[in-house]
């Protein structure tokens, strides 16, 4: 566990050194990583077994494509819910308290929906399993930021990013095996989330909380103890830095703040929007596209997924290297380009349309990475949860938005329309990363955050 570990880095006494932002990457920098990771993992299982499991649910209650929409944007909106009030709530009283409190609370929510009897109760409890997937974004990321070296923070939030992936390919990989237990398979998928939720508890307990935080909020005993047992007896609060000035809620939606907000929310929404709804229904994609039919279309979802997770790895080490606004910028619009090409020849030929997928899948790995770094590295300790929060919740508005409307744009209008409505909205990121983008590499977070 994070705080059982020995410590490997020396404080510098005195030097003017801040030893959160300049330390070397030590065996508890990994595990708190690795810990925090477990959030994006199971985020992506779990919304992407939805769509895996309606292929089963959907003809048993018999849906329609409104339904089917609800139910898997159901927990998208309880992201919105999760992030925008605990985003709040970690930064009022802490990033520890609910670090395995909400783990607890997607066990119990995933287990629950293998008991619905009907999509109503199956709905609520999607929101629910939402709410606590969306808290553990702005719980996770901020305490990982906080204590994240400024050489490594951008690889070590962009691995939050390739979990995501990890999970979202494991869902498709469980769908094809457990849908294969009988009629009643989707009850045992919608459920297999509780088991690494559970293993997370476990693991998270006894981590820290962040000094930052500790300090910003006046119990310096508490910060310095902290430091002592991370990195040794020498560490004292004078290896932090200058703390973060107090800021009140309101200051996420207010002059310069209130500017990076909106970038963060924008930017994050238009490269989300598309991706959820293709992994919500990716099956359904692919076969429109003439990528699969339905005896393998999970296994080309679960490529799909794993072409993402791809596209995170190639990008991570372009972070430290060329910094975040190129590569935002870049890769935003290289993804751009097969979402329109797809939506304006739809019956181009199978190995074309698979050629441009991967692309997509690819290119998009830039602005994914940078969903999670940008609003940690752009605002101060005591409302970065806060913001992180917020971004989540406006990102989570639009991919619910998308997952809703794509069944019923698959089946009113087709894969063509579907698909130029998707780079639509990819266009909008574009322009906004272009105009607002900013670059942070190399940077402190106080120096980050300060406007």
């Not at 849908?179 to 297999?192: I, K, Y």
């Not at 894969?415 to 105009?435: E, F, N, P």
Request: charge should be neutral; include cysteine.
């Amino acid at each position: 566990m994070p705080s059982d570990v020995s410590p490997t880095t020396t404080a510098a006494p005195s030097s003017g050194r801040d030893l959160l932002e300049d330390s070397k990457l030590s065996g508890f920098h990994r595990r708190l990583t690795l810990y925090s990771a477990g959030g994006p993992f199971l985020d992506g299982l779990i919304l992407s077994v939805i769509g895996v499991a309606l292929t089963q649910i959907g003809p048993k209650w018999q849906l329609g494509g409104a339904w089917e929409g609800l139910l898997a944007a159901s927990a998208l909106v309880g992201l919105l819910v999760g992030g925008m009030v605990f985003g709040w709530v970690t930064d009022r009283f802490g990033r520890h308290v609910m670090y395995t409190i909400d783990l607890a609370a997607i066990v119990v929510f995933s287990v629950a929906q293998a008991f619905v009897t009907g999509p109503e109760q199956l709905l609520v409890l999607r929101f629910l399993v939402g709410v606590a997937v969306g808290a553990d974004y702005p719980i996770a990321t901020s305490l990982l930021a906080e204590f994240s070296p400024r050489r490594h923070r951008g690889a070590m939030l962009g691995m939050l990013t390739v979990m995501w992936s990890v999970g979202s390919a494991a869902a498709y990989f469980l769908g094809d095996w457990m849908l294969g237990f009988g009629e009643d398979g989707w009850r045992w998928l919608l459920a297999c989330p509780a088991v690494p939720a559970a293993i997370l508890v476990l693991l998270r307990l006894g981590t820290p909380e962040s000094p930052r935080w500790l300090l910003a909020q006046g119990r310096t005993a508490e910060a310095e103890a902290v430091m002592r047992k991370v990195f040794g007896p020498s560490a004292t609060l004078d290896d932090i830095g200058v703390p973060e000035r107090p800021a009140k809620f309101s200051t996420v939606f207010r002059g310069a703040y209130g500017r990076r907000t909106f970038f963060v929310s924008v930017f994050w929404a238009c490269s989300i929007m598309p991706i959820y709804a293709i992994y919500s229904f990716a099956p359904q994609l692919l076969t429109a596209l003439g990528l699969a039919d339905d005896s393998d279309g999970n296994l080309g979802s679960a490529a799909i997924a794993l072409v993402f997770m791809v596209g995170c790895v190639v990008f991570l080490p372009v972070l430290a290297r060329y910094g975040r606004r190129p590569l935002l910028i870049v890769s935003f619009a290289v993804a751009t380009v097969p979402l329109l090409v797809l939506g304006v020849f739809p019956g181009m030929p199978p190995i074309a349309a698979g050629t441009l997928f991967a692309l997509y899948a690819i290119a998009i790995g830039g602005p994914t990475l940078l969903q999670w770094i940008y609003p940690n590295e752009l605002f101060p300790t005591e409302i970065r949860a806060t913001a992180v929060g917020v971004g989540t919740g406006f990102s989570r508005v639009a991919a619910a938005v998308g997952t809703f409307l794509t069944p019923i744009a698959l089946d009113t209008w087709g894969i063509g329309a579907t698909m130029l409505l998707a780079g639509g909205v990819s266009v909008i990121g574009v322009l906004v990363s272009i105009a607002m983008a900013p670059e942070t590499l190399g940077r402190s977070l106080e120096s980050s955050s300060a406007v």
